[in-house]
């Protein structure tokens, strides 16, 4: 199993910027990749960005291209999102996953419990 903690979450106005964390514990030298979801109020989690560990190919939502940046820290088993000019729209809660490898019995996906993000119209 592959833990996952979220922080960097909170309030920013319009045009702001704001870091997400994503540290993981557990079987990490068994994640192939890792990704950013969000969430927002009545609507279905979506894919934010992603990344490969294996290379550290890349992957963006088109709402997201060219204002936020994922990456990975090895040493630290830690991901990162970078958000830059944040709107409205970006409001939601912000979770991170691992896509790992369970011997014997294939791929496997954990989540951290979420963090928010709000930005005031």
């Known amino acids: 199993q592959v833990q996952l903690v979220e922080s960097g979450g909170g309030l920013v106005p319009a045009g702001g910027s704001l870091t997400l964390s994503c540290a993981a514990s557990?079987?990490?030298?068994?994640?192939?990749?890792m990704g950013w979801y969000r969430q927002a109020p009545g609507k279905q989690r979506e894919l934010v960005a992603t990344?490969?560990?294996?290379?550290?190919?890349?992957s963006y939502a088109d709402s997201v291209k060219g204002r936020f940046t994922i990456s990975r820290d090895n040493t630290k088993n830690t991901m990162y999102l970078q958000m830059n000019s944040l709107k409205p729209e970006d409001t939601a809660v912000y979770y991170c996953n691992a896509n790992y490898v369970v011997p014997y019995q294939g791929d496997a996906i954990d989540w951290g419990q979420g963090t928010q993000v709000t930005v005031p119209s």
């Open positions: 990344i490969r560990l294996g290379g550290g190919i890349t």
């Open positions: 557990g079987s990490t030298f068994s994640i192939i990749s």
